[in-house]
């Protein structure tokens, strides 16, 4: 296969006519092109579509293309191989200006095309793979499986998250000890670096950048990850495809919607609290020498402080904000007492019900506390359960429950609970 770069291909139009104005010159050129080369196909790539998707002549030699593919199925004419749209948001944009004003339709324009079906992520064995090929080439012997394992739960495979992840292990976390093989603890300090809120990358640049661009979206997205709604994917639901299309979502086990990987979802979680906590005219708290103790952080305190935060301040709020904003405002204020020592992260979870698990790290510490919304006690015992099992993961014997009651009559109260083994905290607001 021959690929013939746009500046190259300029070049050759700008040595058979100065300005390209007429486009029966550039079919007559292309097909010349084509037969200079009959056994070397060649394949247009075209970058920046959507920088070029208001410019008339770039959406007619996009039409002439076309016309070219179809008359070269008949026999009647020359053209590329393939071409290549690249930088296009959706080829549907481009439906409008192929057609006059009066015929404009929701049709694309270039309705030639096939599904591409490759998955691009890769799996734990694919980069178990790429793990030996390095620790061959750096002659160590690293838990390859272990580490494999992890780098996927955080990436779900995402090709530059991989890579990226890898790359701080490599460049910023090996060179500062004398043992130069790779452990799982590597990941996890690579993973917080990656979605350390001073640290950003085009890829999550464009990411924030499209949420911003669709108030919709970021709606729903904001749903599924600060209150764990759950929304069918359904690839034909054009919220669901933009979200796709972005590489925000994919299709959870359920059938569900889920925020693609790990990384992705930590770092839309910080940006969104971090708005949110802009958008407070006034904060939220004022830190108190009894939210922490010589281990770390004193959990109880917080959450009972919190509850008495919430009584003093929402107590009158439908229950329509306070499920929407509830959990917020608990996140936000716990962000300055972790005050940049701390560090907390929001872990996916799959079960049916409307809850949040936060993993909070604190002086090399860890806590798990689970926010959800009061169902009645059935509900209660199931996540209580989830709960124990959760912290089972994390070989932890103590957890936390901040139950947000939406009822009229609801109680602020505290009980200690245990559960099979767990000491479990639970707190109502």
Request: with cysteine.
């Given at each position: 296969?021959?690929?013939?770069?746009?500046?190259?291909?300029?070049?050759?139009?700008?040595?058979?006519?100065?300005?390209?104005?007429?486009?029966?010159?550039?079919?007559?050129?292309?097909?010349?092109?084509?037969?200079?080369?009959?056994?070397?196909?060649?394949?247009?790539?075209?970058?920046?579509?959507?920088?070029?998707?208001?410019?008339?002549?770039?959406?007619?030699?996009?039409?002439?293309?076309?016309?070219?593919?179809?008359?070269?199925?008949?026999?009647?004419?020359?053209?590329?191989?393939?071409?290549?749209?690249?930088?296009?948001?959706?080829?549907?944009?481009?439906?409008?200006?192929?057609?006059?004003?009066?015929?404009?339709?929701?049709?694309?324009?270039?309705?030639?095309?096939?599904?591409?079906?490759?998955?691009?992520?890769?799996?734990?064995?694919?980069?178990?793979?790429?793990?030996?090929?390095?620790?061959?080439?750096?002659?160590?012997?690293?838990?390859?499986?272990?580490?494999?394992?992890?780098?996927?739960?955080?990436?779900?495979?995402?090709?530059?998250?991989?890579?990226?992840?890898?790359?701080?292990?490599?460049?910023?976390?090996?060179?500062?000890?004398?043992?130069?093989?790779?452990?799982?603890?590597?990941?996890?300090?690579?993973?917080?670096?990656?979605?350390?809120?001073?640290?950003?990358?085009?890829?999550?640049?464009?990411?924030?950048?499209?949420?911003?661009?669709?108030?919709?979206?970021?709606?729903?997205?904001?749903?599924?990850?600060?209150?764990?709604?759950?929304?069918?994917?359904?690839?034909?639901?054009?919220?669901?495809?933009?979200?796709?299309?972005?590489?925000?979502?994919?299709?959870?086990?359920?059938?569900?919607?889920?925020?693609?990987?790990?990384?992705?979802?930590?770092?839309?979680?910080?940006?969104?609290?971090?708005?949110?906590?802009?958008?407070?005219?006034?904060?939220?708290?004022?830190?108190?020498?009894?939210?922490?103790?010589?281990?770390?952080?004193?959990?109880?305190?917080?959450?009972?402080?919190?509850?008495?935060?919430?009584?003093?301040?929402?107590?009158?709020?439908?229950a329509k904000f306070l499920e929407r904003e509830g959990r917020l405002l608990f996140l936000s204020f716990l962000r300055p007492?972790?005050?940049?020592?701390?560090?907390?992260?929001?872990?996916?979870?799959?079960?049916?019900?409307?809850?949040?698990?936060?993993?909070?790290?604190?002086?090399?510490?860890?806590?798990?506390?689970?926010?959800?919304?009061?169902?009645?006690?059935?509900?209660?015992?199931?996540?209580?359960?989830?709960?124990?099992?959760?912290?089972?993961?994390?070989?932890?014997?103590?957890?936390?429950?901040?139950?947000?009651?939406?009822?009229?009559?609801?109680?602020?109260?505290?009980?200690?609970?245990?559960?099979?083994?767990?000491?479990?905290?639970?707190?109502?607001?």
């Amino acid at each position: 296969m021959n690929y013939l770069k746009l500046p190259e291909l300029v070049q050759l139009i700008e040595q058979q006519i100065p300005v390209v104005t007429n486009l029966n010159v550039l079919s007559r050129l292309i097909t010349k092109l084509n037969q200079t080369m009959p056994t070397k196909p060649m394949v247009l790539l075209i970058d920046e579509v959507d920088k070029s998707s208001n410019n008339q002549l770039f959406l007619d030699f996009l039409a002439m293309l076309r016309n070219k593919y179809l008359q070269r199925n008949d026999g009647k004419d020359d053209t590329f191989q393939s071409v290549v749209l690249a930088g296009v948001h959706d080829v549907k944009s481009l439906k409008a200006k192929i057609r006059p004003d009066a015929e404009q339709k929701y049709n694309s324009p270039w309705n030639i095309a096939i599904d591409f079906r490759v998955d691009l992520s890769f799996s734990a064995t694919e980069i178990a793979t790429m793990l030996q090929d390095y620790s061959h080439d750096k002659r160590i012997q690293p838990d390859i499986a272990a580490i494999a394992d992890k780098l996927y739960y955080y990436t779900a495979g995402y090709p530059y998250l991989v890579s990226k992840l890898c790359k701080f292990i490599d460049e910023d976390i090996i060179p500062l000890r004398t043992d130069p093989t790779w452990t799982v603890d590597d990941v996890e300090a690579a993973f917080k670096l990656i979605v350390d809120e001073s640290y950003t990358t085009t890829l999550f640049d464009s990411l924030t950048k499209n949420l911003e661009n669709n108030r919709e979206l970021y709606e729903m997205v904001f749903d599924i990850i600060m209150n764990g709604k759950k929304y069918p994917f359904n690839a034909k639901a054009p919220l669901v495809n933009l979200g796709y299309l972005y590489g925000i979502f994919s299709p959870a086990p359920d059938g569900s919607c889920q925020i693609h990987n790990r990384i992705f979802e930590q770092c839309i979680y910080a940006y969104m609290m971090t708005n949110y906590l802009i958008k407070e005219s006034e904060p939220l708290l004022s830190l108190q020498p009894g939210f922490y103790n010589s281990d770390g952080l004193n959990l109880p305190v917080i959450l009972q402080k919190f509850q008495a935060f919430m009584k003093e301040n929402y107590a009158q709020q439908d229950a329509k904000f306070l499920e929407r904003e509830g959990r917020l405002l608990f996140l936000s204020f716990l962000r300055p007492i972790l005050n940049g020592k701390g560090f907390d992260f929001k872990e996916p979870n799959v079960g049916d019900e409307r809850r949040m698990d936060i993993v909070i790290t604190y002086r090399n510490k860890r806590y798990v506390l689970e926010l959800k919304i009061w169902y009645g006690e059935e509900a209660h015992q199931a996540g209580l359960q989830q709960l124990s099992n959760y912290l089972d993961l994390y070989g932890l014997s103590e957890g936390y429950l901040l139950i947000f009651d939406f009822n009229k009559h609801k109680q602020y109260k505290e009980e200690p609970i245990a559960v099979h083994g767990k000491q479990i905290l639970a707190v109502w607001v």
